[in-house]
């Protein structure tokens, strides 16, 4: 069985005027703001990332309810749920993160070094 992923909605925000090494000294920088430390799967996470990134290279903002939708994904919980749900993803997610990481890091040691 095959699925197939498709974007729901794609937004045009404009073009850039950022060269390529400008936009990867951006992404260098950005690694102190956006790490596995920092992470918060409701409140800080990748659409703020992508925000930043939209910013960074058209001016422009992604929707704001793509930002907002985490929060308000926990706000109609009480509030001790809530704490409990977030702890129990960012925990999660923590764990996938640094599992993907070693996986990918070895990947590219195995590509880099066929390379040479």
């Not at 903002?61 to 009480?78: D, K, T």
Request: charged share 30%; aromatic share 12%; net charge negative.
């Amino acid at each position: 069985m095959r699925i197939n992923y498709e974007p729901t909605e794609i937004i045009d925000l404009g073009p850039t005027e950022k060269s390529l090494d400008q936009f990867r000294d951006h992404l260098v920088d950005l690694q102190n703001i956006y790490n596995i430390e920092t992470y918060d799967c409701f409140k800080w996470n990748c659409h703020n990332f992508a925000e930043e990134v939209a910013q960074y290279l058209t001016g422009n903002s992604i929707p704001r309810w793509c930002l907002e939708h985490g929060g308000e994904a926990l706000s109609n919980l009480p509030e001790k749920d809530a704490e409990t749900i977030r702890w129990a993803s960012n925990k999660i997610a923590k764990i996938m993160m640094v599992s993907w990481g070693r996986y990918n890091k070895e990947r590219f040691e195995k590509v880099e070094s066929s390379a040479e």
